[in-house]
Structures are given as C-alpha cells and as structure tokens.
C-alpha cells in the first residue's frame, strides 16, 4: 500500500466518517492552529473538541470523553493498522508512539492524546517504501496471522528510537508488552535486531 | 466502550481539588487502572478530573535535606531510568522496572501506582463482593490462590502496587493536597488495612490529590532491593514480593526495614524478619533464621499455602542478594 493510496483511502475514510456522525464530527484534513484550548467542564454525553496530531497531520474532532485513542484511530481516522485486542492493556495490540514512546492507544483516552504527537503504523511509510522496521518484520517472515503485528512494530520503533542498538536481551524486555498468539517471537526478536541494522545503516 | 462519563482536565491544583471533591468524580492520572475499572464496572464515574494538566506534578528533583521529591505524575518508566534513584534507591528503581509492560511504564504515574485499585479476581469480576459494598469476600472460602497470608480480615485481597512496599522500607512520605491545605503522611499510613476497612484503599478523602512523593536522604550504608515472584515474566502482579531497606555497617545489618507485597491488603511490614537481621552480620545462619521467621505470623487460606513456601526462598534468596551487594 503506497503512502498516496494510504492518504486518499484516509480521505475518503474521514469524510465518510464526518458524514457518519452529522456535522457534529469534523475530521478536518488541512493544518489548524496548533494551540488547543483545554476542554472545558462538559455534561456526561457532550462531545469535546480535541486537536489530534496523528503522523504528522492535524485533525479536528469531536470525541466523547469515553473514546480511547484506539477508538478514535481506527473509526474516526480510518487508520485501522492499530488493531484491537485485549482493550484492557494486556495484549500490545493497539501500540502507538507517544511523543515517541509506545503506549497502549486501549488505554488512553482520546481527550489525554491532545497536545502529543501520535505515530500510528501507517506512520512509518517512508514515502511509497516500507520503513526500516515493516522492512525487517517482512524478510524476517515475523508473524504468522499479522494480528499482533502493527503493535510489534510499534513498539519495535520505539524500542529503537530509544535505545539504537540494543542487545538481545534489551529486544526481549523492550517488546514484552507485546502478546504474539501465533507465537513468532524467534522471528520477531530477529527481526528488530536487522531493524537495528537497517536503521543505523541510512534507514530512517 | 467505556461507560459514559463527563470529562475535565484542569490547569490549577485548586481547581482540581474543587473538582475532583464532588459526587461521582475520579482522579484520572496516566488511566492505565482507572479506565480498567471503569471498562469493569468496578467503579462508576460521572466525571474524570484529568490531573495530566498540572505540571507541578511532574519531574523528580532534589529535596533540601538531600533526599529526593517524586512529583505524583513522574511515569513509573522515568522512575526506573533516574540515575539518582538507580544510584541511591536501588529498590525503588528495582520495583519500578517490574510493573506491568514497557508501554504501561510509560503511561502509569507513581501517584496512580499507590493508589491504584487491588486485582482480586473477585472484585474486578462480576461479584458483588465486600470491597466492592457486598455481604462477603468470596475468596475466604472460594478461589484464593492470589490472596492474602496476612492481616486478612473479612477480605483477602491483596494491593497490587510494587513501588509501595519499597517507598515504605525507604521510609518515604507522601504529600497530599485538599481543600483544607495539605498534610505529609508516610506511605505506611497512605494505604488501610483489611482489618481497618475492607472497603477503601486509601486514606485520601474525596478531592484530595496526592502530590509528590518524598524520599528522605539516603543513610550511610543504605541497601535496597525489591524483587517480586510471578506466574509470568510480563504484566503481572506480584504472587509473592520482599523490598528490603537496610545500613550495612562492618558487615552488620541495622535500621533493617521489609515489606512483603503480594500477601496483605497493604504493604505488609513484618517485624519478625526485621529483628531476625538486625545487629547481626547476613551470613548463612542469620538468613536462614530470616527465612524461617517469614513463615511466623502466615494465615494462608484453603489454596494459597503455596505462597508461605514462596516467601521463604526468595527472602533467603533476596538476602544473599543484598550480602553480595
Ligand atoms: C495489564 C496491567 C498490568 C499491570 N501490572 C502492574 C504491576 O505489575 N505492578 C503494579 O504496581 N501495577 C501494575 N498495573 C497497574 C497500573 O498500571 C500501575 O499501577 C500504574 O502505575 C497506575 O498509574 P496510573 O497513573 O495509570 O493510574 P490511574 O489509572 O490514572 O489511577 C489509578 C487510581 O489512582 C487514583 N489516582 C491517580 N493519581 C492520583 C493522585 N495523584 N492523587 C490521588 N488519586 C490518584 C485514580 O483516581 C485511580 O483510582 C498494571 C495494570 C495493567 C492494566
Ligand atoms: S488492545 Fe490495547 S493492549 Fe490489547
Ligand atoms: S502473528 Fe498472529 S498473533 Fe502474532
């Protein structure tokens, strides 16, 4: 899936979305001001008004204040590489980057995301290329369903962005919040380490 | 999803504090078990006062008596990271590097760890049990492999936190902020016993907020060390945990400190540990005296003998830990 293909299939997704939820939900698609006013006090069932920076992008939405980040990803911005699983924080499924740092998108409210710079999977397309990471999970066979993959990944990025050339046990520690049910840890802990590679070697 | 609920994230401390003392309002710090409870319906929030707003609360920084000030919303991720406290407090460092998974390290706060809500399955489960407002625990007669051994009294379930026990054998104290003004109270006092009140788990009062967390300076000689057993390397909470606060002085042990976690509904101090070990050098014979006073004291339940055994190896093997510095 290319980048363009990513962003048009957003596009449509998000207008749809809007759509879907009347004119209250607006998935804006160009810049807006970057300052937020905090939410204000609101009334159980009121929508807040959040500014969410997602890859790079700045939407307007209306979220409820019970809408987790996961929710609000996968639809509302029809980024659906975040995937569900445990929604409790128990499986790594739905990793994201936090400002850089992998966090559970389960267990985040939306409105707390405000104010943070959010990288989703889609995220780490290098233009029409697979990043360094999706690279290394590919040659590496990492999964077996690809369930849990996106989230792996994730927090594969983020182990790495931290930490660029960490050793075995530091992959293992770094990518135990991640559950694979089809069981390709060999695979996966091979994989972040050719990442490692890849990325110190002009990958991003 | 999440029941619904009104949601406020407020700029000042006052505000917070006027907030979050009215009905039906939950202080929400990194969410990691609050939105669990909710999901659980465990507890029932109107509103969530978001915290996340005040930077106040944030960052670790020197106290002027030399100890060390935690702000309640440093992430348990940063406590494990900080050079002084790694230096210093091994323990706490030690504890904050096993709480749940990298990811919730970098969402959970310090201030939401001590006051966060107990695993009983029981209680997050669809039972109406005694901590939750019902008849009874039904771990007494029932499934009761993660309870307590200690302390328990009406109900068994055990706290969860793993920076708790480690901040009391420190000796810490927390700061905490309400509408009167605010008070210090060691971490000892922060949590209640089983026997006290099975059905709350703090001594914080509706719209107070704990603020900062407060180390005193380290004594000459200080060792600390937290270790906690578990069914699974990740994610889970302690079966059986020994933090250990002690002065080595000429090879002797003094001002020796342990909380278990793990076995009571509160970091459980256990005297008899404590004087099996003080004054006295930690060679073969004195840990092994050590281990078998751990035992001294145990109430197991119908399925949780298990943990009585627990205790005993890894306070032995904690010791020999601590000795070989
Ligand atoms: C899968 C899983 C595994 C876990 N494993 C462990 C583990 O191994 N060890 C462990 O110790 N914990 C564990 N936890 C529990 C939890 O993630 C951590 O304890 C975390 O530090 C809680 O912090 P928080 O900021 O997310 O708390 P929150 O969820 O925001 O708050 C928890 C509670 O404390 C109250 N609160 C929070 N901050 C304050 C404050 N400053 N003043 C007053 N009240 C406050 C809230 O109202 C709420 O009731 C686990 C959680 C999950 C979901
Ligand atoms: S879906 Fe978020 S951790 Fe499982
Ligand atoms: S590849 Fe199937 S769950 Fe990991």
Redesign the interface.
């Given at each position: 899936m290319s980048d363009d293909n990513v962003t048009r299939h957003l596009t449509r997704r998000g207008f749809l979305t809007t759509v879907g939820v009347g004119a209250a939900g607006v998935a804006a698609l160009g810049p807006t001001p970057a300052e937020a006013a905090?939410?204000?006090?609101?009334?159980?069932?009121?929508m807040?008004r959040v500014v969410l920076k997602v890859n790079g992008r700045e939407h307007r939405l209306l979220v409820?204040?019970?809408?987790?980040l996961l929710?609000v990803l996968r639809e509302r911005l029809g980024l659906t590489g975040s995937k569900a699983g445990c929604?409790?924080?128990?499986c790594?499924a739905c990793?994201v980057l936090?400002d850089g740092?992998?966090?559970?998108a389960c267990?985040?409210?939306a409105?707390?995301a405000q104010g943070h710079e959010i990288t989703t999977v889609e995220g780490l397309m290098d233009g029409e290329q697979l990043g360094p990471v999706q690279k290394a999970f590919a040659e590496h066979d990492a999964f077996q369903c690809g369930y849990c993959t996106p989230g792996q990944i994730m927090?594969a990025e983020g182990?790495l962005r931290a930490t660029p050339a960490p050793g075995r046990e530091e992959v293992r520690?770094?990518m135990?919040?991640n559950i694979c049910r089809c069981g390709a840890y060999a695979h996966i802990v091979q994989a972040v380490e050719k990442a490692a590679g890849l990325r110190q070697g002009g990958g991003r | 999803?999440?029941?619904?609920?009104?949601?406020?994230?407020?700029?000042t401390l006052g505000e917070a504090i006027r907030?979050a003392g009215r009905k039906g309002a939950h202080i929400?710090a990194g969410?990691?078990d609050l939105?669990?409870c909710l999901?659980?319906q465990v507890l029932g929030a109107?509103?969530?006062v978001?915290i996340?707003?005040l930077s106040e609360l944030r960052g670790i920084a020197p106290a002027r008596d030399g100890g060390l000030r935690l702000g309640a919303l440093t992430t348990i991720?940063e406590v494990a990271a900080d050079p002084t406290i790694r230096g210093r407090y091994a323990g706490l460092a030690e504890a904050a590097s096993q709480v749940?998974?990298?990811?919730?390290r970098?969402?959970g706060t310090l201030g939401g760890n001590l006051c966060q809500k107990p695993r009983c399955w029981y209680y997050r489960g669809d039972f109406h049990c005694l901590r939750k407002g019902g008849e009874m625990c039904f771990a007494a007669e029932g499934e009761s492999q993660g309870h307590a051994i200690f302390g328990g009294d009406r109900c068994f379930a055990v706290h969860p936190s793993d920076t708790a026990p480690v901040l009391a054998a420190l000796g810490a104290t927390v700061r905490i902020a309400g509408a009167a003004g605010t008070r210090t109270i060691p971490v000892e006092q922060l949590l209640v016993p089983a026997g006290t009140n099975p059905q709350r788990e703090t001594v914080l009062e509706p719209g107070e907020i704990l603020t900062e967390v407060v180390l005193p300076p380290p004594a000459a000689g200080l060792r600390s060390s937290y270790r906690k057993v578990r069914a699974r390397?990740?994610?889970d909470f302690a079966l059986v945990g020994v933090a250990l606060a002690l002065r080595l002085e000429g090879g002797v042990a003094r001002q020796v400190r342990v909380f278990l976690s793990g076995v009571a509904a509160v970091p459980w101090r256990h005297p008899g540990i404590e004087a099996a070990l003080t004054g006295k050098p930690l060679d073969a014979s004195i840990i092994a005296a050590a281990s078998v006073a751990a035992a001294k004291g145990a109430e197991p339940l119908g399925k949780n003998a298990y943990k009585v055994e627990l205790l005993r190896g890894l306070m032995t093997e904690e010791l020999e830990r601590l000795a070989r510095g």
């Open positions: 905090p939410p204000a006090v609101t009334e159980e069932g009121d807040l409820e204040p019970r809408w987790t929710f929604e409790r924080g128990e790594g990793t936090v740092v992998p966090r559970y267990m985040t409210l409105a707390e927090a182990l520690l770094g135990s919040g | 999803m999440l029941p619904a609920f009104s949601y406020v994230r407020p700029t907030l929400h969410g990691t939105l669990g999901r659980d109107e509103t969530l978001s996340t707003g991720a749940a998974s990298p990811q919730l970098n969402q390397a990740v994610w």
